[in-house]
């Protein structure tokens, strides 16, 4: 097994091997792959990130499967990033992601790992950004952000991703959901998949109106938020997703470099602030007695003995010395 030491070496070196096993330790939680991660911290910045979110069963693998295809076929290296809904049994992730994508697992130009939510809130695991960094010090062209598929809370892809994608299907209700969930504000494209399916040129016009109708989800940059019909499995209309967010890509680039700028400056505000939490809460956590003590306090609350507001209150006076 690679050393700590090592492994950030390995990963610039583009050891599959040692980039594998710090994204598990990340995942995991290990704080000693700090010092690593920092490292790699240097070398990243070059990867263009992308995010596909939507609901359950729209075909966010299958489209994201093809897209890999096309990114391959233009010489680019991909890294995907597929966060499955946490296991109840193991705490790990399931990873029907990983399997739906497998024809790429022999591809040493694809790097694939499922990650945990392991109840984190937004789509995205607490560990997605900094196995973002491996993966783009690691060397890949392009990273792909696939989402939980929770619907409402997926709007944290923005902080991630360059390019926002959203997918549908017609049939499903997407179009309410979506302005409640705020995915209009998030979208660069919106992708309305199976639309071999009856109703699919009534959501695009939905969608189109929503946009239209929504001020939150214009563009203040410019850019025109598209909308795109695609059956994933059959290969239809996968062509000008790629083309359409290969465009997105160039307006960022060409006249979007402000946006470009706030994106970077999100992700990272996103990233520290993450750390900052985890950090001030596991102090907090030893200063109030550590998980023995903070059992207690939430049997406490539980059994009406003592209530939130008080005794979250009385933990912070002790944190603080007030």
Avoid at 81 to 93: K, N, Y
Avoid at 121 to 135: E, H, K, N, P, W
Wanted: neutral net charge.
């Amino acid at each position: 097994m690679a050393s700590s030491d090592s492994l950030a070496d390995k990963v610039i070196e583009g050891d599959v091997r040692a980039t594998a096993q710090l994204i598990r330790r990340v995942d995991d939680g290990d704080k000693s792959v700090f010092s690593d991660l920092a490292k790699l911290y240097g070398h990243s910045g070059r990867a263009y990130v992308i995010g596909f979110t939507g609901s359950p069963g729209v075909g966010k693998s299958t489209l994201v499967d093809r897209i890999i295809a096309r990114f391959r076929e233009d010489g680019k290296t991909v890294g995907v990033l597929a966060i499955d809904p946490t296991s109840p049994f193991s705490g790990g992730a399931i990873l029907g992601d990983r399997i739906r994508m497998q024809r790429h697992f022999l591809d040493d130009g694809v790097f694939i790992r499922s990650l945990a939510t392991r109840g984190k809130f937004g789509g995205l695991t607490r560990s997605t950004a900094d196995a973002i960094v491996v993966l783009d010090a690691m060397g890949k062209d392009v990273i792909i952000v696939e989402t939980v598929g929770v619907g409402q809370d997926e709007v944290d892809i923005v902080n991630s991703a360059h390019t926002s994608v959203v997918v549908t299907v017609p049939g499903m209700g997407d179009d309410i959901q979506a302005i409640k969930a705020g995915l209009m504000e998030i979208g660069d494209l919106f992708v309305v998949n199976k639309a071999d399916r009856e109703g699919a040129a009534k959501t695009v016009r939905e969608i189109q109106f929503m946009l239209q109708m929504n001020p939150e989800s214009r563009r203040s940059d410019g850019w025109e938020t598209r909308v795109l019909e695609c059956v994933a499995t059959q290969q239809k209309g996968v062509e000008e997703v790629y083309i359409a967010i290969l465009n997105h890509k160039r307006y960022l680039e060409n006249q979007g470099k402000d946006r470009l700028r706030n994106l970077e400056r999100n992700r990272v505000f996103g990233q520290f602030m993450d750390l900052f939490r985890e950090g001030l809460f596991e102090r907090a956590l030893n200063k109030v007695g550590g998980q023995q003590a903070l059992d207690k306090i939430i049997e406490d609350i539980v059994a009406r003995k003592n209530d939130p507001y008080h005794a979250s209150l009385e933990s912070l006076n002790r944190v603080l010395g007030g």
